[in-house]
């Protein structure tokens, strides 16, 4: 079994083919036959991506019934109330689906590589981190439209415990000897 993790560079798919879209895809920047996203970012969105040949442990990643947490930096324009901070911990309503409960706090501006496409805020800006234990489309972009905060620029930097920590943006490795047998460890939890 193959398991990879990349740092996905903003306005790159999530996927190995562009279907049309012209866009860059994961192949421009992994060279591994038979991998393929366990989850996915949206092309807006950059960060900890991880890739495997390991089916099992798409489908455990992938569930939201199974609840692996993952761990967001958010770039906010607007300063978030308490409310809003409580509203995105407690669960917000989103068409019809009210969200998990998240761990959410304000952090200081993480140590990131500027994006090329510079992020251009219209006022005042605070990063927050958000740990869910679900991902549905485009879900932390719609928590905080919701409370009145626009989503800047969203970085996943772990998936439970497997961290981004200081990989370059667009580069990847395999996963530690460590890292590898805490993913198998959650595959076998799915059986």
Do not use: C
């Not at 669960?91 to 689906?97: D, R, T």
Request: proline content about 9%.
């Amino acid at each position: 079994m193959r398991y990879i993790i990349i740092n996905k560079p903003h306005g790159v798919l999530s996927q190995f083919t562009d279907e049309g879209t012209g866009h860059p895809t994961l192949k421009q920047f992994v060279d591994v036959p038979n991998v393929y996203a366990a989850g996915r970012l949206d092309r807006d969105s950059e960060g900890l991506l991880l890739l495997t040949d390991d089916g099992a442990l798409i489908k455990k990643l992938t569930d939201p019934q199974h609840h692996i947490e993952k761990t967001y930096w958010v770039l906010v324009e607007g300063i978030p109330t308490q409310e809003a901070l409580t509203q995105l911990s407690s669960g917000i309503q989103l068409k019809g689906y009210l969200t998990r409960p998240a761990h959410v706090r304000l952090i200081p501006p993480p140590n990131l590589p500027p994006r090329p496409k510079p992020v251009t805020p219209h006022g005042p800006t605070v990063w927050i981190e958000i740990k869910l234990r679900e991902g549905k489309k485009r879900q932390i972009r719609h928590m905080t439209a919701a409370v009145g905060l626009f989503t800047l620029r969203l970085v996943r930097v772990a998936i439970g415990d497997i961290q981004l920590g200081d990989l370059p943006v667009g580069k990847w490795r395999e996963l530690t000897p460590t890292e590898a047998k805490r993913l198998k460890k959650i595959r076998r939890s799915i059986f």
